[in-house]
């Protein structure tokens, strides 16, 4: 199937034969008529062929991933039309129940398109493309996060990588600091950073109606680090409830931190009312406000004006717990699926499975890559780089938990437990108060990707 990153037109690409009636119809002038009319419609269709996609993508971001489809549309003649909407979750159910869906959906979390798997509205991609070619292209955590009992049916275009530790190289050299590759080193460095009277972490969960979510983020990393990625999964899916010890043991890492007042810029007023894009500014300051700061690639976007990512500003991993579960990473990302199973859309899926729209975006900048033959090179810094690099290391992949979880647990009482439990609440009536607000038909039968 890979074939096709050559520009290889398949038989799905080529114009559907015309007819012709019978020369002896010419006589008569009202089938003439007819005739032309038809011939005008099938050239028509042949030559107006379209693929639609429907995505959150909008803006900036749009021009560079229709810049990424470009070379697929002058190879196929087949037009590409994009909608980028900010309401994507209510949108599409809508359109893909009243049957109007768009031919593909770049969905930005697997949830959602593994509810409509499951009601049999989305097609698995094995079914035209090789699932060898699949396997050159994602390593088995990324297909295992594509699919939805037991068949693929994604095809993951970007990621954010969320396990990210920032600081300011300078700073360190300066103040002799060594990066931790060990959770017991961080804690560590933490702890050394405190007693020199300066302030070791900046964190910010204030985010609006999302408040909460830098919380839940930290526990779901802290997760991957102390427990196997299958009873993460169990986890998320509600097979291991919130009160379970691994979960509780999450809690309480994050809390060393997060609750002990010499550790945390503002203590943990500071760490409710700060905006999780103003967190990491003190970390610019001179003399710095802090020296660490955990958040995702997107952090970026939220620093200081003249803040240079080649030289003022480094990442590393948050550090290994466990030894036994590696290095894992938490991740986000964006996921194409196709709706309509036709052969312009199929066409496109092909191509998505290519490296070479990957590429294309890339070298545009402000993206990562899930796909593993992307070189590093392609990236056009060093920062975006060292975070490819990390994601490509990874010894784990999952996505973020909460995004995964019903709406009313993921976005809802997980978050709002989460600011409970930093605002001094009991955790164990926490724990209890998030386990209760599961559905309860999801309660009765699980579901799992």
């Not at 490296?355 to 392609?378: D, K, T």
């Amino acid at each position: 199937m890979l074939a096709f990153l050559k520009f290889q037109p398949s038989q799905s690409f080529q114009p559907r034969a015309r007819g012709f009636l019978p020369l002896l119809l010419m006589s008569l002038l009202v089938h003439l008529g007819a005739c032309d009319s038809s011939q005008e419609a099938a050239t028509e269709e042949s030559t107006n062929r379209t693929v639609t996609i429907m995505g959150v993508i909008v803006g900036e971001e749009q021009e560079k991933l229709e810049k990424a489809l470009a070379p697929f549309e002058e190879a196929t003649g087949i037009d590409v039309i994009y909608e980028g909407t900010d309401a994507f979750a209510t949108v599409l159910p809508i359109r893909v129940d009243s049957g109007n869906p768009p031919d593909i959906a770049l969905f930005p979390q697997p949830g959602l398109m593994a509810d409509l798997a499951r009601e049999g509205k989305l097609t698995p991609i094995t079914t035209f493309v090789d699932e060898a070619d699949l396997k050159t292209a994602y390593t088995q955590s990324w297909l295992d996060l594509g699919a939805v009992e037991g068949d693929i049916y994604g095809v993951w275009f970007q990621a954010a990588v969320k396990s990210l530790v920032w600081y300011r190289p300078d700073v360190f050299e300066a103040e002799g600091y060594q990066i931790p590759t060990t959770w017991d080193e961080l804690v560590a460095l933490t702890e050394k950073i405190a007693v020199s009277g300066k302030t070791p972490w900046c964190i910010g969960m204030e985010s609006g109606s999302a408040t909460g979510w830098v919380g839940t983020d930290w526990v779901e990393d802290i997760m991957l680090r102390t427990t196997s990625p299958e009873t993460y999964d169990k986890w998320i899916r509600n097979d291991a409830p919130f009160t379970d010890s691994t979960v509780k043991q999450a809690f309480e890492l994050f809390g060393e931190i997060a609750l002990n007042p010499n550790y945390v810029r503002g203590g943990t007023v500071g760490i409710l009312s700060t905006s999780f894009g103003d967190a990491s500014t003190p970390l610019f300051d001179n003399p710095p406000g802090c020296y660490l700061h955990r958040q995702a690639t997107f952090i970026e976007a939220f620093f200081p004006d003249g803040v240079d990512p080649n030289t003022d500003v480094d990442v590393f991993p948050l550090p290994t717990i466990n030894a036994d579960y590696g290095l894992p990473i938490l991740i986000a990302g964006d996921i194409f699926a196709m709706i309509n199973d036709t052969p312009e859309a199929r066409s496109l899926m092909q191509y998505l499975v290519t490296v070479e729209p990957h590429n294309i975006r890339a070298r545009l900048g402000s993206y990562i890559s899930p796909h593993r033959q992307v070189e590093l090179s392609q990236y056009p810094d060093t920062l975006t780089q060292m975070q490819a690099e990390i994601l490509l290391n990874a010894d784990v992949v999952r996505f973020d938990g909460s995004d995964m979880m019903p709406g009313a647990v993921g976005a809802g009482s997980f978050w709002m437990g989460m600011v409970d439990y930093i605002g001094g609440a009991d955790l164990d009536t926490v724990l209890s108060s998030i386990q209760k607000s599961w559905p309860q038909e999801l309660k009765e039968q699980p579901k799992s990707l």
